[in-house]
């Protein structure tokens, strides 16, 4: 695991050496190990490359960059991530006359490959098509003068890109990270005024958006081409990106019985499992105490003698699940390691990580997944984790809802009509602030259940987002700058892509959602920079290629089961568990990685809401209305509403801007 970077100026600039290198140290907490720079001879000395490494596989064969002849290069490359099929492709490309340097090296089979491809005049996407991993790259095609860039189709690894509207000058640059962007000499152009709306309606910055005018994500399972030679190209390089390889559903032939089927899905995940394992430092296990992650923990426990697995809990009783993951270590017998943190500890993250991260992001659960993982790499460099279950396997309550929905076959007026008139009943019950408590749930359920929509529908059902509640909470100003259009109308398109790869019902729309968004913007994006954050390796056995393919496969009835009274998710994968892990984890249900954010925003996070979410400071700011974000404010403090996923995110966003206004002024 890495942080990659580059730039590359306009042909017959050369690049100013300090420029990669000051990437490469932006990048440094994703690597620790060592850090490096390539800069092309001759003609090519306008494109340079920048690499921080994060030892795991090959530790003395693997520096980047890497390039496949020193005196003359076909091929310059710099690789975040794993592939885990290297060791089958190698052979191969052996036999076809590549000469390898290194061991085991994944990074110089996937260079080879490049190589041998290219040579051979093979497509990008059909080379990134045989590869099986985590992973995001930029290669230098020397001969030919082009860049290609491309990224895993999960979307486990991140990779931004930025050109000349950024940079307000004739430059292209990438990076793991914006920091990287950011780097280069403090640019950062204008805020994108509809991506910062998706971050409010998300929780995130989707994918492709980048919250920077001029900057973009490539997208999960997607590769593109980038002529180094033609500074003309170089803005919106993420529109001509091409996809390699999209999840599809119902390509898995399935055998006939739910028992051979449950049996199917337990090898196929514990094949995953094992290929996780592999490494040249040592692994471990987030455990929580959940589904998803006690099935794995309890397969790589088949494979190894010393396994060890981490857990956090809260001296918050209501939060603390850190029973659980001990239950499981003592049946499956691995050393576990447990941290007990209090709110102290918490709170004090809060504002260090809001300082940290590049691009604003309101999942609050990225505080304990960094406390986590800040504890597990005392002891390992690589930690396997359960992401990819609920998303894949049906196991969130949103589910369930439409799960109700589906069952009662009412026509969709119907459904319009019981949201119109419940709704504000809804909204009148007592306010509670525990986590997820029965009024807010409720409240959610029917704010989403009059959507016709699939993937709207459960947009709504998570942040009750849509067009018009977005656009009241910008000021007049910024609310006048906001794009025409529908500013979730990705939704729309994200829909017909599921259909184009084979989505069978509205389930299918729905899961394609998770996977484009949530997952891939949201989980996954959280997980890399909290790891990366300590400089810790995190693997997602259950995100494995053949498991996504057979989980797009089953049938719904197969995830969700149960009597009318009390259906479940992950039914499959909970019978795929049975015998491996306690039956009580499997019976229980599901608990999120949380905190007590409502009741500290009222308690100990109330001297922040009132430094950020001031009038004046958000007035001054100058996007959001500072009478919206005041009614919000106090609207919770009365205990009159539940607004804790809203003024979280709000202070997510002032908190980054302020990291920007900090940035800016250490640069002038």
């Known amino acids: 695991m890495c942080g990659i970077a580059g730039v590359v100026e306009r042909p017959g600039v050369a690049v100013d050496g300090a420029l990669p290198a000051a990437q490469a140290r932006s990048l440094s907490h994703r690597g620790p190990d060592g850090r490096g720079t390539w800069r092309g001879d001759g003609t090519l000395g306008h494109v340079e490359l920048a690499h921080a490494r994060l030892s795991v596989l090959d530790v003395a064969g693997g520096a980047q960059p890497m390039v496949d002849d020193d005196r003359q290069p076909r091929v310059a490359l710099v690789f975040n991530g794993q592939i885990y099929n290297h060791a089958a492709l190698r052979p191969t490309l052996v036999a076809a006359g590549e000469r390898f340097r290194s061991s085991h090296s994944d990074t110089e089979v996937l260079l080879r490959l490049l190589a041998d491809a290219w040579d051979r005049g093979t497509d990008d996407a059909d080379v990134c098509a045989r590869l099986s991993g985590m992973f995001a790259f930029a290669a230098v095609d020397v001969r030919r003068r082009r860049l290609v860039l491309a990224r895993d189709p999960a979307g486990k690894k991140p990779l931004y890109i930025a050109g000349p509207r950024f940079f ?33 309606a998300f929780d995130f910055v989707p994918d492709p958006d980048c919250v920077w005018a001029g900057a973009a994500k490539l997208p999960p399972g997607h590769v593109v081409a980038v002529d180094l ?30 028992g051979e089927r449950t049996a199917l899905v337990r090898g196929t995940v514990e094949a995953a499992v094992a290929t996780r394992l592999v490494a040249d430092v040592p692994v471990g296990v987030f455990l929580s105490g959940g589904v998803d992650s006690s099935l794995v923990a309890a397969l790589a426990a088949r494979h190894t003698s010393r396994l060890q697995t981490f857990s956090i809990g809260f001296t918050e009783p209501s939060f603390d699940e850190s029973g659980w993951a001990r239950a499981v270590a003592r049946h499956i ?11 102290g500890a918490v709170l004090d993250a809060i504002p260090w990580l809001g300082d940290q991260l590049a691009e604003p992001f309101a999942d609050h659960s990225v505080v304990p997944t960094w406390l986590l993982a800040r504890f597990a790499r005392r002891q390992v460099t690589v930690a396997l984790g359960g992401d990819g279950g609920d998303e894949l396997f049906l196991g969130y309550g949103t589910f369930l809802v439409d799960d109700l929905r589906r069952r009662a076959r009412l026509p969709e007026g119907a459904w319009r009509a019981a949201a119109r008139l419940l709704g504000p009943w809804a909204a009148r019950l007592p306010v509670s602030h525990a986590d997820l ?11 989403g ?39 979730l109308g990705g939704l729309d398109v994200l829909e017909r892509g599921a259909l184009d790869c084979g989505a069978r ?59 009318p009274w009390g259906r479940s998710g992950k039914h499959i994968l909970k019978e795929a568990a049975r015998g491996l892990v306690p039956d009580a984890v499997l019976a229980r249900g599901k608990k999120g990685f949380g905190m ?17 979410l001031s009038p004046r400071a958000v007035r001054l700011d100058g996007v959001l209305d500072p009478l919206v974000v005041g009614r919000l404010v106090d609207e919770h403090r009365r205990r009159r509403a539940n607004h804790r996923k809203m003024l979280w995110t709000m202070l997510m966003w002032m908190l980054w801007r302020r990291r920007g206004r900090r940035l800016a002024s250490s640069s002038a």
């Open 229 to 258: 030679d033609d500074p003309a190209t170089w803005d919106d390089v993420v529109a001509r990106a091409r996809p390699f390889r999209l999840p599809r559903f119902a390509t898995v032939a399935l055998p006939e019985t739910f």
């Open 505 to 563: 019902d509205d389930v299918d729309l729905a899961v394609w959602g998770y996977l484009r968004t949530y997952l891939a913007a949201g989980v996954l994006q959280k997980v890399d920079r909290a790891t990366m954050l300590t400089g810790l390796e995190a693997r997602a056995p259950l995100l494995d290629d053949v498991v996504v393919a057979l989980a797009l496969s089953l049938p719904t009835a197969d995830k969700i089961a149960g009597p």
């Open 596 to 612: 007590p954010v409502a009741s500290w925003l009222n308690g100990a996070l109330a001297p922040l809401v009132d430094e950020l």
């Open 168 to 200: 307000d000058r004739p430059r292209l640059a990438f990076g793991s990270e914006l920091s990287a962007l950011e780097a280069l000499d403090g640019r950062r152009g204008d805020v994108d005024l509809g991506a910062v709306a998706r971050y409010f």
């Open 449 to 487: 259940v009059g959507e016709g929509r699939p993937l709207r529908r459960h947009q709504r059902f998570l942040t009750g987002a849509d067009d018009a509640r977005l656009r009241s909470l910008f000021s007049p100003a910024a609310r006048a700058a906001l794009p025409a259009g529908d500013l």
């Open 333 to 343: 017998g691995s050393t576990h390691h447990e941290e007990i943190v209090d709110d």
């Open 437 to 447: 408590s029965v009024e807010y749930k409720l409240q959610r359920a029917l704010d």
